[in-house]
């Protein structure tokens, strides 16, 4: 898949910015905080309807404005596709597809991405909150539809807590009642997701292995899901929904005391293993990167085999600036062939020699070709 044209409104520093690109390489060069990330930002925020900066919409809102509007047109194979999203500071936004009105929610069918960004040093490093991010985004590229199952987890954890946080006060037998209904639907929505995660886990270790042999050299890469409270026996979303129902009944007294939902994919967490020893305090700085980039590799590799509109659109965020001239060759090797790669660079040097593509100037929130 490739984007030919895309069209900020309002979105971040981008008063009103068009992008127009080609297959193949495009690169985004301008001085730091000029609105080279929020362009790709965007383009990801189609395919995910999140950012990886931040976890609310209003920052992604230019300042001062009430709305910000994304538009894209998209090529799969010789479809082509337009997708719009309106994000807005008061009341739900709006989404549209090939000009018709669509659920906000279709919009990631259409769109893949794969974005390889320095915070992803984190998924192997830091807190479970960056793993979990790591697998839901693989959820999502695998199952667009589950972003309608996120968002519910979403609601359904909240009510769930607040529900929780009012039973500490007064138990109420009606009240009791409620919890067990939204604890049901809580388990509904954490097997769907949890069962996802496994599975996907499990389909690109391989991918990510290789990959790591490329950068690397040594092939011994394990990834594994680590539930918190219950367990894997069995990954079906029934078994799953039951045994985080029954985890959920041993830790009630907790969850009142607490006030909080203490079991599910919001708790759990994977182990990356490289020989055997776990990645996060093992690794080295060299070896943190690469097995960062194997993973963005694997899920690449594995959204072109599986995903019938093809290749992801490949956008590499700062990261040439972050690896050393061998990580580079290679980094581009294993990606040269993807059908358009978008390319962010604060200056010209961290590029790796040779490597052509449109240029795009970015300054102050414009977009000039160069
Ligand atoms: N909601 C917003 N409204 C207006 N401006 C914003 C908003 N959010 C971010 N910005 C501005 O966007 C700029 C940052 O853009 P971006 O992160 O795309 O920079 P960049 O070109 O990628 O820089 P770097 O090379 O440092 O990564 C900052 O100057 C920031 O103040
Ligand atoms: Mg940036």
């Known amino acids: 898949m490739w984007i030919s044209q895309l069209d900020l409104t309002q979105w971040r520093n981008h008063e009103s910015t068009r ?8 690169l985004l060069i301008g001085p730091n905080g000029q609105g080279k990330t929020n362009v790709v930002e965007a383009i990801r925020y189609l395919a995910t309807l999140g950012s990886h900066r931040v976890a609310t919409a209003a920052p992604l809102i230019r300042d001062g404005a009430d709305s910000a509007t994304i538009f ?9 596709v337009s997708t719009g999203v309106t994000l807005k500071r008061h ?3 709006d989404a549209t597809v090939n000009g018709h009105k669509a659920k906000v929610s279709d919009i990631p069918r259409w769109v893949s991405t794969v974005m390889f960004a320095p915070e992803d040093v984190a998924i192997i490093r830091g807190e479970p909150s960056f793993r979990r991010g790591f697998m839901d985004e693989l959820v ?20 769930r807590n607040s529900l929780l946080k009012s039973l500490r006060s007064a138990s109420r037998q009606a009240d009791l009642s409620t919890l067990d209904a939204w ?16 599975r996907y886990l499990r389909d690109i270790t391989p991918l990510v292995a290789t990959h790591y042999d490329n950068l690397a050299g040594g092939e011994d890469i394990a990834m594994t899901y680590l539930p918190k409270g219950y367990s894997l026996e069995d990954t079906s979303k029934e078994f799953l929904t039951q045994a985080i129902m029954d ?14 939902t203490l079991i599910g994919p919001h708790r759990d967490d994977m182990e990356l ?3 055997n020893k776990p990645a996060r305090t093992h690794a080295s700085q ?41 990580r580079r060759e290679k980094l581009v090797g294993a990606i040269v062939d993807y059908e358009q790669l978008i390319i962010t660079s604060a200056v010209e040097e961290d590029l790796p020699a040779g490597l052509e593509g449109y240029r795009l100037d970015v300054r102050e929130g414009v977009v000039t070709p160069r």
């Open 72 to 80: 894209a047109t998209l090529h799969h194979g010789d479809r082509e």
């Open 286 to 326: 060299g070896e943190t990167w690469s097995l960062a980039l194997a993973l963005r590799l694997g899920m690449a590799a594995w959204i072109r085999d599986t995903r019938a509109s093809g290749d992801p659109i490949m956008m590499l965020d700062d990261v040439f600036a972050e690896l050393d001239a061998s």
């Open 183 to 198: 604890t049901e639907s809580f388990a509904q929505a954490a097997a769907a997701i949890v069962s996802d995660r496994v």
């Open 247 to 260: 985890a959920l009944a041993a830790v009630r007294q907790e969850e009142l005391d607490r006030g909080m």
């Open 91 to 93: 009341g739900s936004n």
């Open 19 to 26: 992008v127009e690109c080609s297959p193949g390489v495009t």
């Open 273 to 275: 293993t490289i020989e």
């Open 140 to 159: 999502l590229s695998g199952s667009p539809s589950m972003v309608g199952v996120f968002g519910d987890f979403e609601r359904v954890v909240k009510q």
